[in-house]
């Protein structure tokens, strides 16, 4: 079921937006390639970086077919480089309720430059923009300081720790 259909563009100052496609996956492998923190997004038994990178392709085109939000290509305006992925996801059920999400990954390439940040910001942007919903999430590993951080610049408040993809999280969340 639809819940929200992107409306583009979406941009921010270094950033453009897209849906990710199956040419993505090539570029995508270097976010799975000597990347320490992959449990912080549930990859706990890593596949090469190609099969990591077709699942994380394919679920995000599935997640777009099937509720018309999922996580997006974040590209430099400059270059056109894919260096991140962000976007919103529908979660069924999140202590028993169901929500929208923003998720943010950058390559380690970029790591430490500002784009996570810049990202979720510009999703929450967008998602009051569009009115999607009154509040909004996210889930983030409770050893992922950095991620929190993210969030925390985001004007997110850090709620409950629960178990999610079997690994304790906080989740966040910022009501409009």
């Known amino acids: 079921m639809t819940r929200h259909q992107y409306q583009f563009p979406i941009e921010s100052e270094r950033i ?4 990710l496609t199956p040419s993505d996956k090539e ?5 799975f390639t000597d990347n320490p923190h992959l449990h912080f997004v549930g990859v706990t038994n890593p596949k090469s970086p190609e099969e990591e990178s077709q699942i994380w392709v394919e679920r995000q ?5 099937e509720t018309g939000v999922g ?17 919103i996801i529908w979660r069924d059920d999140i202590l028993g309720k169901e929500r929208y999400e923003i998720g943010y990954s950058v390559t380690p390439q ?13 999703l929450k942007e967008y998602f009051q ?12 590993h409770v050893d992922n300081i950095g ?13 409950p720790q629960f178990e999610f993809l079997d690994s304790p999280c906080y989740l966040y969340e910022y009501h409009f």
Do not use: P
């Open 61 to 65: 085109m599935k997640r777009y077919g």
């Open 147 to 159: 991620s929190q951080k993210v969030a925390e610049k985001n004007g997110m408040s850090r709620g």
């Open 110 to 122: 970029y790591w430490n430059q500002g784009f996570a940040s810049e990202m979720a910001i510009r």
């Open 129 to 140: 923009e569009h009115q999607i919903d009154s509040s909004v999430i996210s889930i983030i």
């Open 27 to 31: 570029a995508w492998k270097a976010f």
């Open 71 to 87: 996580i997006l290509a974040a590209c430099l305006k400059e270059t056109g480089e894919l260096i991140g992925n962000a976007g």
């Open 16 to 19: 453009s937006f897209r849906l």
